[in-house]
């Protein structure tokens, strides 16, 4: 099934402050809580909280600008869903370095992806939601320099060979350069995601904590949720990156740093000066 263009969280006509430039126009404070959404808890913070893991990846304007850039496409620089597959030999080659978003059905994956690419209007982001329909990775190619992969949905019920796909990939892809495990921020970390975060562990692979839908939690619930995870990413991974990525799709909130850590982690953006 192919969502609606202009539906959903990320419809584009719904999307205001999808380019950096519509947000250099909001007031200092409201430009802060959408680029660095977590920075923007600190001050309701206890004294004496380590705020360290908050500024880990905090990127100037010029380095946002030229990640926007790489999310935004024109005939020079495609912008492109490739392929979906089922199983690893039908993956598109390794070619390009790639980043994977996984998660539990309904954390607002495909949203997110959407909203990424909301600067490329041409690209579709397919989701199969149909019960008992196959649940497929989709390869999307940003011109020449880095594919992006939506891996299906887990869930309680997830069937074997889904699971045997996912590790399969998780653990062949040598081009694989980060995975975004995506985590509601409403209702924080599930069974199902410490299963995921168990698996990246044991594969000993790099990846990142996402927060989605924080537009929907209150703040001091969302506060709760990040210390709580901050503290769990601690003293229980070795591969999680210590700092949180908070977005809202609907917002707009941390997508723009998503992009900038995403074009960093590819190797597309080395250098990353500090705002
Ligand atoms: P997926 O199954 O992980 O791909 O999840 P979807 O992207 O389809 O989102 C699941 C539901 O959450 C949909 O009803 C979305 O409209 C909603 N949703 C997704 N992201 C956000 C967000 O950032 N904010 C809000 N308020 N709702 C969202």
Redesign the pocket.
């Known amino acids: 099934m192919l969502?609606p263009r202009a539906g959903?969280?990320?419809g584009r006509a719904s999307l205001p402050l999808a380019a950096l430039s519509q947000v250099l126009r909001l007031e200092r404070s409201r430009r802060t809580a959408i680029v660095f959404p977590l920075q923007k808890l600190e001050r309701y913070l206890a004294p004496g909280t380590d705020t360290a893991p908050f500024r880990l990846f905090q990127p100037g304007l010029a380095a946002l600008q030229r990640a926007e850039a790489l999310f935004r496409s024109d005939r020079g620089h495609p912008i492109d869903y490739v392929s979906s597959a089922v199983r690893m030999d039908h993956a598109p080659p390794p070619a390009l370095p790639e980043v994977c978003f996984i998660?539990?059905?309904?954390?607002?994956?495909?949203?997110?992806i959407?909203?990424l690419f909301s600067l490329a209007p041409e690209v579709e982001v397919r989701?199969s939601?149909t019960p008992g329909h196959t649940k497929k990775m989709n390869f999307f190619k940003v011109g020449k320099y880095f594919t992006l992969v939506d891996m299906p949905?887990y869930g309680y019920r997830a069937p074997q060979d889904f699971v045997q796909m996912v590790e399969a990939y998780l653990q062949e892809r040598h081009n694989l350069k980060r995975t975004f495990l995506?985590v509601d921020g409403v209702v924080g970390l599930q069974k199902t995601d410490h299963i995921a975060v168990e698996m990246l562990e044991e594969f000993g692979i790099p990846y990142v904590m996402v927060l989605?839908?924080?537009?929907?939690a209150s703040r001091g619930l969302l506060l709760k949720n990040v210390l709580e995870i901050q503290e769990f990413v601690k003293e229980n991974t070795q591969g999680c990156f210590p700092q949180l990525f908070l977005?809202?799709?609907?917002?707009f909130s941390g997508v723009h740093l998503l992009r900038c850590f995403v074009a960093h982690v590819t190797g597309n953006l080395p250098t990353v000066e500090a705002s």
Do not use: Q
Not at 103 to 112: A, C, E, F, H, I
Not at 247 to 251: A, D, F, L, P, Y
């Open positions: 969502l959903g969280a990320a998660g539990r059905s309904n954390v607002g994956k495909s949203s997110l959407r909203a989701v939601k949905g995506l989605t839908k924080i537009d929907r977005v809202s799709s609907v917002e």
